[in-house]
């Protein structure tokens, strides 16, 4: 079945460090990616998405690119704040989405 | 812009007792996803539904049925509960979810957090 493979966490960052959380994937055909954010006693905020190969998701200064070569949708950001300070979920799917286990970000002043 | 909504916020019951949550989509969005956050963990896919028929179903226990209304709310029905049963659970909805089409973005309500004691 599909499954997804993210960094585990706790990753601690200092405010404007340059953040990568990795993401693969393994799948049957060409599902939709996503990046998902939770902070603390919320629900799960799209933060990006991208359809198919190549193509690039982006919002709010991160980034994340559908590789297929690698199945790979890693999350990047230039410069994390702390605010940016959550869990981050990669997630794929057709219909019922397969998520990871997130990865608890923690941005220090 | 109106999200989904989730009734009750908080729900505490007993073992073996039932519960009945409450999902209402995005206006416009025929489809409804049903998750399972346990605590620290990742959120499992129930179950979903398009245009009031189940369209794929994923790690739902026997003791758990679901249904999609008329309107397109949805309702998570919970019989025999377990303490196993504690977690946060997850509405999401979209607009024209049939399995495979791959491309609808889900929005997730605030969820509905079960305590089962």
């Known amino acids: 079945g599909d499954s997804v493979t993210q960094m585990e966490g706790p990753v601690t960052l200092s405010e404007e460090a340059f953040l990568t959380i990795n993401c693969t994937y393994t799948?049957?055909?060409?599902?939709?990616l996503f990046w998902y954010v939770q902070y603390p006693g919320e629900g799960l905020q799209l933060l990006l998405k991208?359809?198919?190969?190549?193509d690039k998701g982006s919002n709010k200064g991160f980034e994340a690119t559908y590789r297929k070569e690698t199945t790979s949708f890693h999350l990047e950001k230039g410069s994390v704040q702390v605010s940016d300070s959550a869990v981050y979920f990669c997630?794929?799917?057709?219909?019922?989405?397969?998520f990871g286990k997130g990865t608890h970000l923690i941005i220090q002043p | 812009a109106a999200g989904v909504i989730q009734s009750p916020r908080h729900l505490i019951k007993e073992k073996r007792e039932t519960a009945t949550l409450k999902c209402y989509p995005i206006p416009r969005h025929d489809t409804v996803y049903w998750y399972q956050q346990g605590p620290g963990q990742d959120p499992q896919f129930l179950i979903s539904?398009?245009?009031?028929?189940?369209?794929d179903k994923g790690s739902i226990p026997d003791r758990f049925s679901a249904q999609q209304f008329s309107d397109y709310h949805s309702e998570l029905n919970m019989s025999s509960l377990e303490l196993g049963d504690s977690a946060l659970y997850f509405c999401a909805s979209s607009l024209g979810g049939l399995a495979g089409w791959g491309t609808d973005t889900q929005y997730f309500g605030p969820g509905t957090r079960l305590t089962v004691l």
């Open positions: 997630a794929l799917g057709a219909d019922g989405l397969t």
């Open positions: 991208a359809t198919k190969a190549d």
């Open positions: 799948a049957t055909g060409y599902p939709s």
């Open positions: 539904f398009y245009e009031k028929m189940q369209s």
